[in-house]
């Protein structure tokens, strides 16, 4: 009987200890989201298709090794995919490509058949060459435009791009973000993530204090300002002249690296940032596997962008399918595309920088 209470007393003490989550209020941050296992993943590398590349001037198939890291767009009541796609040509495991696909209900999606940006013999080959165009992150602007932010490589260093449309099929490029930042212009960056409201199905671009406002790094995150969507310079946050926004803590599972994911949002309870995470067990989550990336949420002040209000103990996704633990990479889910599209929330993510998956609200 004594042994009997005494199991039933631990079950009482279980039951009652709260986790991370249930210990605080994260009413702020957008959740729960569910992996669509019936359909995932939703995008694969296809052998079949080819593009004839400018630079090598020789028909390439283009996605044949990797799709991953995509882009989300609402337009005409349509869900547009920009993911990144690699062939495997070249010596940095394949040169990136960045094409489109869509979808009437966010989950079954069709494929372009040629990239909609890419390396090409123009001004920014510099940049771009051959590692490509990676990991794009798309906002409107009031006009009805689209800013894309991207990263270029070119075998030394990512650098942060920005390219422009109308339609998402035809884009302009305006080179580096940080051109006009010369303590930046010529330092690897990566990631650009802008605040937006999101409302019919749009992420429309929005200024605080009369700036255009985006969260970038791949290490810590950093915040940058901008009068025009193309030209950005960046804040120095405290009067030490740190520039470092948040990044990355001991112990969790974010411990070696934070990097934007999808298009910050503002919410009546502040801006909330989806962020992607690295994980080093050596001095982070041993309960993960070396290099795992998982997602998290903070929350800023919707008047000072740099000030953070919240931020979540723990993630909320982290690889646990086949497809997400083998890949091109290992024990990867990197979200990166997020619409709220016929009443519920799709969050895209590139899986094992392989494939490309999506989450539900």
Avoid at 23 to 42: E, G, M, Q, R
Avoid at 246 to 274: H, N, Q, Y
Wanted: proline share 5%; charged share 25%.
């Amino acid at each position: 009987m004594k042994f009997l209470l005494y199991l039933l007393l631990v079950a009482i003490l279980i039951s009652c200890k709260p986790t991370a989550d249930q210990s605080k209020d994260y009413s702020w941050a957008l959740l729960p989201f569910t992996k669509a296992d019936d359909v995932n993943p939703i995008l694969l590398p296809d052998t079949n298709s080819t593009f004839l590349c400018p630079v090598r001037n020789t028909i390439v198939q283009w996605e044949e090794k990797d799709v991953f890291n995509p882009a989300a767009v609402v337009r005409n009541d349509t869900v547009f995919l920009l993911f990144r796609a690699e062939d495997s040509i070249g010596k940095f495991a394949g040169t990136s490509r960045i094409g489109i696909a869509w979808s009437t209900d966010g989950l079954h999606f069709k494929k372009h058949p040629v990239p909609v940006l890419y390396p090409d013999n123009d001004a920014e080959k510099i940049y771009e060459w051959e590692g490509g165009c990676e990991d794009p992150r798309i906002v409107e602007d009031e006009n009805g435009t689209y800013y894309m932010t991207y990263t270029a490589y070119d075998g030394d260093k990512a650098r942060l791009l920005v390219a422009s449309s109308k339609d998402l099929y035809h884009w302009t490029k305006h080179g580096l973000a940080f051109k006009n930042d010369t303590t930046e212009v010529n330092k690897w960056s990566k990631s650009g993530s802008i605040v937006c409201k999101y409302e019919n199905g749009k992420a429309i671009a929005l200024k605080i204090g009369g700036k255009y406002c985006m969260y970038w790094g791949d290490t810590d995150i950093f915040m940058a300002v901008s009068d025009d969507l193309i030209n950005w310079i960046q804040v120095i946050v405290a009067t030490d002249g740190n520039k470092t926004v948040f990044g990355p803590r001991r112990k969790k599972f974010d411990s070696d690296l934070v990097e934007p994911g999808p298009p910050a949002m503002l919410t009546e309870k502040g801006i909330v940032l989806i962020y992607n995470s690295r994980n080093v067990p050596s001095k982070g989550d041993t309960s993960l596997a070396e290099g795992t990336y998982a997602a998290s949420q903070i929350l800023f002040d919707k008047n000072n962008p740099t000030k953070v209000i919240d931020r979540m103990d723990t993630y909320f996704m982290k690889p646990d399918k086949p497809y997400e633990i083998t890949g091109q990479v290992n024990h990867v889910c990197f979200v990166e595309g997020l619409v709220h599209y016929k009443g519920k929330w799709f969050l895209y993510y590139g899986t094992a920088d392989s494939k490309i998956a999506v989450a539900v609200k």
